[in-house]
C-alpha cells in the first residue's frame, strides 16, 4: 500500500508539473505577443525589413498557395455535385462552392499550409541566428533585435495572410470552374455570376480578417520559439518542428472561437 500511494503521489505530482509549465508557457508566448504588438505601433517602423518579409513570405508562398486552391477547388466541386445532383440542384453548385471556400476552407486550409511553410521557416530562422550569437551581436551593436528580426515578422504575416487567403479564395472558385465546364459545360460568365451572387461582405469581410489573427498566431509562435531556443543546433531543429505543429494546433483551436465570434457580430454570416 504504501507503494501504490508513493506511485500516485509521483503521478499527482508529475502531472501538475506538466501543467504549470504548460501554463507558465502560455503565459509566456502571450506577453511576448503583446510586446510585438506593442512595439509593432512605435516607431522606427523597418520599412524596408517589413517589405523584404512580406516578399520572403507573402509572395513567394503564392505559388503554393495557388496550386492548392486550385486542387481544393476541384474537389470541392466534385463533392459538391455528387452531393447536389441527388436533389437535381446543379444549378446550386458555384454558390455552394463559394460560401464553402470563402466562409472557412480557404482561410482555414491556407492557415495550415502558412504555418508548415511560414511556421518553419521563421522559427529556424530565428533560431539559428541565436544559437550562432547573431542575435547577441545584433543587440550589443545597439540594434533592437526584438524589433528587427521579430516585430518586422509579425507584421508581414498579419498583412500577407488575408492576401495570400484571397488569392486562395478566388483559384479555387476557378478550380471549381474547371470542374463543372468540364462536367457540364458551364460557361464561365454563368458560373461566376451564380458563385457571387451569393457572396456578400458579411461572408467576405470576417472571414478575411480572422486570417489577420493567424498571421499572428504563426508569427509570435514561430519566433517565440526560435528567439528563446537553446541547446545549439538540436535546438534549431525543435524549434522549427514545434513552430509548425503548435501553430497547426492552435490555429485549428482558435478557429473555432472566431467562428462563434463572427456569428455572435455577424448572424447573417450563419445562414
Excluded at 541565436?130 to 547577441?136: A, C, G, L, M, S
Excluded at 533592437?144 to 483559384?171: E, G, H, Q, W
Excluded at 489573427?213 to 545549439?232: P, R
Aim: proline residues 3%; aromatic residues 10%; glycine residues 10%.
Amino acid at each position: 500500500m504504501p507503494e501504490v500511494s508513493l506511485t500516485q503521489e509521483a503521478f499527482v505530482d508529475r502531472v501538475g508539473r506538466l501543467i504549470a509549465d504548460g501554463l507558465a508557457s502560455v503565459g509566456a508566448v502571450s506577453v511576448f505577443g503583446a510586446r510585438a504588438l506593442g512595439e509593432a505601433l512605435r516607431p522606427p517602423y523597418e520599412i524596408g525589413e517589413i517589405v523584404r518579409h512580406l516578399y520572403e513570405l507573402g509572395w513567394r508562398s503564392v505559388p503554393l498557395i495557388a496550386t492548392s486552391g486550385l486542387a481544393v477547388g476541384v474537389v470541392l466541386s466534385m463533392h459538391t455535385r455528387a452531393s447536389l445532383e441527388r436533389f437535381g440542384a446543379e444549378a446550386l453548385i458555384p454558390m455552394g462552392l463559394a460560401l464553402a471556400l470563402v466562409r472557412e476552407t480557404g482561410p482555414l486550409v491556407a492557415g495550415l499550409l502558412l504555418s508548415g511553410r511560414i511556421g518553419a521557416g521563421i522559427g529556424a530562422q530565428l533560431a539559428a541566428m541565436r544559437v550562432t550569437e547573431q542575435i547577441d551581436a545584433l543587440e550589443a551593436s545597439a540594434v533592437d533585435a526584438f524589433k528587427y528580426l521579430v516585430v518586422t515578422r509579425v507584421i508581414a504575416c498579419m498583412i500577407s495572410l488575408p492576401l495570400l487567403v484571397t488569392v486562395m479564395n478566388f483559384t479555387g472558385l476557378f478550380g471549381g470552374y474547371v470542374a463543372e465546364s468540364l462536367n457540364s459545360g458551364m460557361s464561365f460568365w454563368l458560373y461566376f455570376h451564380r458563385a457571387f451572387s451569393a457572396l456578400e461582405f458579411t461572408d467576405l469581410i470576417p472571414s478575411t480578417l480572422k486570417t489577420v489573427v493567424f498571421g499572428f498566431l504563426i508569427a509570435t509562435i514561430s519566433s517565440y520559439l526560435g528567439y528563446t531556443t537553446t541547446q545549439g543546433t538540436e535546438g534549431v531543429g525543435r524549434a522549427s518542428t514545434r513552430s509548425v505543429v503548435y501553430s497547426s494546433i492552435l490555429i485549428i483551436t482558435i478557429n473555432v472561437i472566431l467562428v462563434r465570434f463572427i456569428f455572435f457580430f455577424f448572424p447573417e454570416a450563419g445562414g
